[in-house]
């Protein structure tokens, strides 16, 4: 991580995402300014990246070299876009989830940004040839969808538009390695990207599992959170098959045929709704009810082991 100076970035949209990536980019020594068309969002994100900093610094797990007083100094708030973009090496937009308001948004940057800065979607479902054809930056635009909480989860899947620059994707990777998310890159486009099509497949499993009445909704998580969830936090599926037997060849020899009988077994796409719904749903609420304070109350303790289990990966890796 670098010492304050890196270099300024924009980040736009300053909901869960904008701040996150904020602090992110604050971590690492760049100075953010948080654009956002209502200045109510940015007073109130200002505030709550204040008192996390503080509370990461507390427990040691504020990112980068910064006390958190000098990170948030980096950080300052901005609702004009032209002030907002002036002098910046990367821009991150984090505005809602709707293709017409995102391409508004890129269709202004692209008359206001000069050939060198590289403009980037938080995007979890809209594809890049959606979003950026036409535009006469598109060299320039890129997917860079992050994971939430960014803070823990440091994962980002780098996805280009067919006319984005091999440099766009390059300079957007190595500004991720030195902010410390984990970036890979996508050759291509497809829906969903990556990560939810393993979550998707994973999350369709387990919903036919429940439906046919082979496990209940508990136990499903169960098999996650206390199997496979154990080792998938530090190596990957295609990883995990070469160490399960003599090297992936040899998993393939043993395991070809089983796998291919039980995945032949596989239902068709849920429809994720009707009884199974009620059912996995009254499950769910049994642990966590639907409401707002006892789902923020699990969140905070979903971020608080992330956080722990991002400590202990750290430990690890410098063991
Ligand atoms: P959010 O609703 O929390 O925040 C959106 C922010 O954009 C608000 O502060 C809003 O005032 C602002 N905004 C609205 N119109 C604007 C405009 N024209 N210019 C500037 N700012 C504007 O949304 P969230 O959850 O932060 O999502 C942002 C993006 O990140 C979405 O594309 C989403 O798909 C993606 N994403 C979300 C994840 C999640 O778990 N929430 C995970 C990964 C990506």
Redesign the pocket.
Known sequence: MEPAQAGQVVV?????????WAMVFAGGGFRVKL????QQ??TT?LEYISKEMKELEKSGMLKGTLSAEKQFSLISGCTD?KTAVEGAMFIQ?????KLE??K??FGQLDLIVNNDVILS??????LPTKLFTGLKHVKQCIVA??????YYVPLVELVPHPETEPSTVDKTHALMKKIGQSPVRLIKEIDGFVLNRLQYAVISEAWRLVGEGVISPADLDLVMSDGLGMRYAFIGPLETMHLNAEGMTNYCERYREGMIHVLNTFGPVPDFSGEIEQQISQAMSEKTPADPEHLNARRAGRDECLMGLAKLKKQMKSN
Do not use: F, M, W
């Open positions: 736009i949209g300053s909901g869960l995402i904008g701040r996150s654009y956002d068309v209502v969002q940015i994100a876009l937009e984090c505005t809602p989830e308001l995102k508004k948004i979607s938080s995007t979890s479902t809209l969808h992050p994971v939430n909480p960014p």
